[in-house]
């Protein structure tokens, strides 16, 4: 019993509580630990005791016939919650989000609409400015929608029509109406979905980013760009050192447009005389200028 952890009674014991949390004989928690913990049967009293076997090289050490128990875990698109998805887990986590408690028994179906719509007006009937209405009647609805409307409640806006349209789905099912529930149902599905985009964050996430892609996605439009540029220059300067001495000067000095002379068009003038006037500085031009005579050296004339 020693390499069990002691479980401060003070954290576990739950106030008011008329059961007892820890077993009067092993003195272990009666309660779930709220985090990994194991569990089994008190060897004197037989009641589900839990506790904490650190491993030697640390973890936890489940011993045969122990149930390892994991604490509730809370995914939430919120960065101050905790939780950090990766690209699939968050994938994943939106999957869940948009089919969640979609799939139910023919025979639970219209029970299960039953339960939603309730749960739906029951999280309706906490705002302050609908309390008031009657959502069981379609006046009351029709203030309801018209006051949501009003403060810009959008997702609670949402969540209304939903509920009207599950409404009128189960009943048409319960009248025989086939048509109507499957019209019915699926615009309720679609009030769904909008309603989970009025989230704060998932809109935060859609915008920011679309708004990353859009400069990835230019950044890489650039870099081929410049990439071509970049080919396109190297090109220049290999036909550049194929011309004539006396073309080069002449192109270099006249001021007349370069590139339709040397059959270049997808580069910028400015770029070809930047090119022109680099190789003009060059020791071969500067050389070529001494034997001709020219002004960079008229000092040794």
């Not at 919120?78 to 950090?84: A, R």
Request: charged share 25%; aromatic share 10%; glycine share 6%.
């Amino acid at each position: 019993m020693s390499e069990i952890n002691d479980i401060s009674r003070e954290k576990y014991q739950t106030e008011g509580s008329a059961e007892p949390n820890f077993c009067s004989d092993c003195g272990l928690s009666l309660v779930n630990l709220g985090t990994f913990c194991t569990s089994r049967n008190c060897e004197t009293c037989g009641k589900q005791i839990f506790f904490v076997r650190r491993a030697e090289n640390g973890g936890i050490r489940i011993e045969a016939g122990e149930k390892f128990h994991t604490p509730p875990i809370t995914m939430s698109l919120d960065p101050n919650s905790g939780s950090f998805f990766t690209r699939y887990g968050l994938e994943a986590f939106l999957k869940t989000i948009f089919t969640n408690s979609l799939a139910v028994d023919n025979d639970e179906f219209v029970d299960s609409l039953k339960k939603i719509e309730k749960d739906i007006d029951e999280k309706l009937m906490t705002l302050d400015c609908i309390m008031h209405c009657d959502l069981e009647t379609e006046k009351g609805c029709e203030e309801a929608a018209k006051i949501l409307d009003a403060e810009k409640f959008h997702a609670h806006r949402h969540d209304l029509a939903r509920s009207g349209f599950i409404h009128r789905c189960y009943t048409a099912i319960e009248n025989g109406d086939s048509l109507d529930a499957a019209n019915s149902a699926q615009t309720a599905a679609i009030f769904r979905n909008l309603s989970i985009l009025e989230d704060h964050h998932l809109k935060e996430i859609l915008w920011l980013g679309y708004s990353c892609y859009v400069d990835i996605v230019r950044n890489q439009s650039t870099d081929t760009a410049a990439a071509k540029e970049i080919r396109l220059v190297g090109d220049v300067a290999k036909k550049v050192e194929s011309l004539d001495n006396s073309f080069l000067k002449t192109l270099v000095k006249d001021g007349r447009p370069i590139g339709p002379r040397i059959s270049v068009s997808s580069l910028e003038e400015s770029t070809l005389k930047a090119i022109f006037e680099g190789f003009s500085a060059s020791l071969f031009y500067l050389i070529y200028d001494f034997f001709e005579g020219g002004d960079c050296f008229h000092c040794l004339s």
